[in-house]
């Protein structure tokens, strides 16, 4: 029962451009949403996040989105570098029942071309 | 101010065997949580422990696997008798007691039995 779908194992990008990687969840208890980077042979690495009562949310050239009525959020990259090739992961966590673990999605790699 | 720290980075071991997996939360956080991500896949929790307790184990199997937060000292993810099976990358996590604040990652564990 996967209650995080990446339906999107890879994706390329031209250096310069909008990465766009998405995210659908099934269980509506989900009320906060994150997004990580992975490199190989290391842990994941915390990018940017938003809570339920929000839509939006921007970090520099990161902004995540969140339907909640589709039930799907989604992370921009732009301008997109070389450095952003990586897994990125999206994540959701229940506060009232679950203590802020993480449900993780199976990833999207991102590989960005010069 | 060091991050979560794991160790060892890497460990083998034989068919039988016992794996002891060492997590030190970054300084100030009371809440640690135990993932593995096994090949190709995303990162599945496994157990969430506060100091002295364990809150919620539900993603622990049954048999074999043990996990303990104590007073002093590192959280402990031991793994008894390991199989084949149990070759994966276990990673750990620490956060504050606050609602809806990322967690953040060690660097991880990698078991390969043998």
């Known amino acids: 029962d996967q209650q995080v779908k990446q339906n999107s194992p890879s994706l390329s990008v031209q250096e310069g451009r909008i990465s766009i990687l998405n995210c659908d969840y099934t269980?509506?208890?989900?009320?906060?949403f994150l997004w990580y980077k992975k490199y190989p042979a290391e842990g994941p690495t915390f990018l940017i996040s938003?809570?339920?009562?929000?839509d939006k949310n921007e970090d520099g050239r990161f902004t995540v989105f969140l339907n909640k009525s589709a039930k799907h959020l989604s992370l921009h990259i732009v301008p997109s570098q070389p450095g952003d090739s990586a897994v990125y992961f999206c994540a959701a966590s229940a506060e009232k029942s679950s203590g802020d673990k993480l449900t993780f999605g199976t990833g999207t790699r991102l590989a960005v071309r010069p | 101010n060091a991050g979560v720290m794991q160790n060892p980075r890497h460990l083998v071991r034989r068919r039988g065997q016992e794996a002891r997996l060492r997590c030190s939360p970054m300084k100030g956080h009371s809440h640690v949580y135990w993932y593995r991500q096994l090949p190709e896949e995303g990162l599945k929790f496994m157990v969430y422990l506060q100091k002295e307790n364990i809150i919620d184990e539900s993603g622990m199997p049954k048999e074999r696997f043990s996990a303990e937060f104590p007073k002093e000292g590192p959280s402990i993810l031991r793994i008894q008798q390991v199989v084949r099976g149990d070759s994966a990358a276990y990673f750990c996590?620490?956060?504050?007691?606050?609602?809806?604040?990322?967690?953040?990652f060690g660097q991880g564990t990698r078991l390969t039995v043998v």
């Open positions: 996590a620490s956060k504050t007691s606050l609602m809806n604040t990322e967690a953040f």
């Open positions: 938003i809570s339920s009562i929000k």
């Open positions: 269980n509506s208890m989900f009320d906060y």
